[in-house]
């Protein structure tokens, strides 16, 4: 089965601009993660749709942040407008049932400068 | 707040030998615990999952334990090949669906 995908892979922009981040799940994974790490931190937990709904997102920074999932399938984040702070890689993860462990993508690196 | 230690930051091993990395957990009550490898420029990929109610969970050359007790997780891969050389992040989880992990353990498996 196709794994996660998101795009870009890389992203350079300057501080105040806009930046949508692409993840595409697993075909009919309900559930669907949002994670960030930023230089030398842990991976944190952003937010959780499951389907089209914003399940928890006790993790998002601020309302710099927006995460979209349309009709249930991929899922946006927006950053706008961008700060210095904001550089990190984005990683979405998507799963099915409660404990079978997550599936990543291979992350978005975003880079804020 | 919830504190996730793992074992220092990188460990090296001698090929053939058997790894233990360790995650150690406070402030935390998990109902389960994952393991996930890391290379670099990749995202997490999956190992493991083992639950509360569980001692130990096994997968070919790898093996979990978890002690609520203690609020450890040991994390063993025996015969080590240089192909295991990876960082290694425990995660553990608990009634909301959302992970916590660690800081990760950088194991280098020399031939």
């Known amino acids: 089965e196709a794994g996660v995908t998101q795009f870009p892979s890389h992203s350079v922009i300057e501080k105040g601009q806009t930046v949508t981040l692409r993840c595409d799940p697993i075909s009919g994974h309900d559930n669907l993660y949002w994670y960030r790490r930023v230089m030398g931190k842990e991976i944190k937990f952003l937010l959780h749709?499951?389907?089209?709904?914003?399940?928890?997102e006790s993790g998002m920074p601020n309302n710099r942040f927006l995460a979209e999932r349309t009709g249930g399938t991929y899922s946006t984040l927006k950053v706008q407008p961008a700060e210095l702070e904001d550089s990190g890689v984005y990683f979405c993860?998507?799963?099915?049932?409660?404990?079978?462990?997550?599936?990543f993508g291979s992350g978005t690196r975003l880079t804020v400068v | 707040s919830q504190k996730i230690e793992q074992n220092s930051e990188a460990l090296n091993i001698q090929e053939g030998k058997t790894a233990t990395l360790t995650c150690n957990y406070t402030n935390y009550s998990p109902a389960y615990l994952q393991w996930y490898r890391q290379d670099p420029g990749r995202g997490p990929v999956f190992l493991l999952l083992?639950?509360?109610?569980?001692k130990e969970k096994r997968k070919e050359r790898l093996k979990v334990t978890f002690d609520t007790t203690l609020k450890q997780s040991l994390f063993h891969i025996t015969a080590s090949q240089p192909a295991d050389s990876a960082t290694y992040l425990c995660a553990p989880g608990g009634s909301a669906r959302q992970l916590t992990f660690g800081s990760g353990t950088q194991l280098t498996v020399l031939p």
């Open positions: 083992i639950r509360e109610n569980e």
């Open positions: 749709f499951v389907k089209e709904s914003k399940q928890d």
């Open positions: 993860a998507s799963s099915q049932a409660r404990g079978n462990g997550y599936t």
